[in-house]
């Protein structure tokens, strides 16, 4: 595998229930970032971890729960959605994140809640 | 103010021809990386083209080039021979001084849709 990967692609779960998405980087990057990206609106930055310490959050509500346990994985862990909170979601890594470095994505979860 | 505008939500171009993207950005950070992705309609997000403040020439990567003006900050990105598999949505964004917690500002997108 190569690049930024995430599964699953596609996600449909009701209000309650718990599920888990994943992101793995195979560029030897140090910091990764989730994206949440909804019909009709610009890309909105969630989190952000460096060397596995999670640097930014994004006012996100606590029903989006990430984690990172070393700089090549990233999940985010999901329950009690809304439906609004269907979304494609992204993740992203660069060699470190207080640089210029090029952000690159993986090819996103696309998420519904019923 | 926003801090990158694309002031073209949709644009249309013929098969073959150039077409020029339009993006305008707002920072008063000396050091900072402008980008072009590319989203086609599977959501995977397609790193383009990086054009550095302090970089003199403009980038090219292939058909893709970046008019860079500086004084005028804007970054329009330049697809040459459009080809039908170009038709994607297209976003400008900006990562912004050293050590600012790698935050990148994307902007609203502009939808390329190339005509046979």
């Known amino acids: 595998e190569t690049g930024v990967t995430q599964t699953p692609r596609h996600l449909v779960m009701g209000m309650t229930n718990k599920k888990s998405l994943k992101c793995e980087q195979h560029?030897?990057?140090?910091?990764m970032y989730w994206y949440k990206q909804s019909a009709k609106k610009p890309l909105e930055l969630m989190f952000v971890?460096?060397?596995?310490?999670?640097?930014e959050n994004n006012s996100v509500p606590s029903r989006f729960s990430p984690e990172c346990p070393n700089s090549s994985h990233l999940f985010l862990h999901l329950h009690t959605l809304q439906p609004e909170d269907s979304a494609l979601y992204l993740c992203?890594?660069?060699?470190?994140?207080?640089?210029?470095?090029?952000?690159?994505f993986g090819p996103g979860t696309r998420l519904t809640v019923l | 103010a926003q801090k990158i505008t694309q002031t073209q939500p949709g644009m249309f171009v013929q098969e073959k021809e150039a077409v020029t993207l339009d993006c305008t950005y707002d920072?008063?950070?000396?050091?900072?990386?402008l980008f072009w992705y590319k989203q086609p309609s599977s959501g995977e997000m397609i790193f383009l083209i990086y054009q550095g403040s302090y970089d003199q020439q403009n980038a090219t990567e292939g058909r893709y080039s970046l008019n860079f003006q500086k004084a005028r900050k804007s970054a329009n990105l330049v697809i040459s021979a459009s080809q039908l598999g170009d038709s994607a949505m297209y976003f400008c964004a900006m990562r912004e001084g050293l050590g600012n917690a790698g935050k990148s500002t994307f902007g609203d997108g502009t939808t390329l849709t190339v005509k046979p």
């Open positions: 992203a890594s660069t060699a470190s994140s207080g640089s210029l470095d090029t952000q690159y």
């Open positions: 560029l030897g990057h140090n910091a």
């Open positions: 920072t008063s950070d000396p050091s900072y990386g």
């Open positions: 971890y460096n060397f596995k310490e999670q640097t």
